[in-house]
């Protein structure tokens, strides 16, 4: 189980530093905001995680008090614009992350991390 655990972490460290540090540091930079050193990346690092878990947390809180209502409403909209032709359209988050994940798909050392992460979760499943 250790082993697992090693390579779940090494797995991690390589996605975190091949796709989801530079994926950030790319977006901030395009909106003015360069480190202007390893530790203010580390400080920023650190808040955008913080950010991250409050607003997952928020969001999760905010999806559990809705009701079910709203699933058949999205239902019945996503039948009519079918049927009009429109089909469900793709937001620019989404094909951000779509083209984000096929440039890291094509390199063998971050498909290999998804992988690890992949068979450490199936392992930790199969431990409960």
Not at 53 to 64: G, H, I, P
Not at 78 to 92: H, I, R, T
Not at 105 to 113: G, Q, R, S, T, Y
Request: proline share 3%; glycine share 4%.
């Amino acid at each position: 189980m250790d082993h697992i655990k090693q390579a779940a972490d090494e797995a991690y460290a390589t996605i975190v530093a091949r796709v989801a540090a530079p994926y950030f540091f790319e977006k901030l930079a395009a909106h003015g905001v360069v480190p202007q050193s390893e530790e203010e990346a580390g400080e920023m690092w650190a808040a955008a995680h913080k950010l991250h878990v409050l607003y997952t947390a928020e969001q999760e809180k905010s999806a559990a008090a809705r009701s079910n209502s709203m699933a058949a409403v999205n239902q019945q909209l996503d039948y009519f614009l079918n049927a009009a032709g429109a089909g469900p359209q793709v937001s620019e988050k989404q094909a951000a992350f779509a083209r984000c994940a096929a440039r890291a798909a094509d390199e063998p050392e971050i498909a290999n991390a998804v992988l690890t992460l992949q068979a450490a979760a199936a392992a930790a499943l199969q431990q409960e």
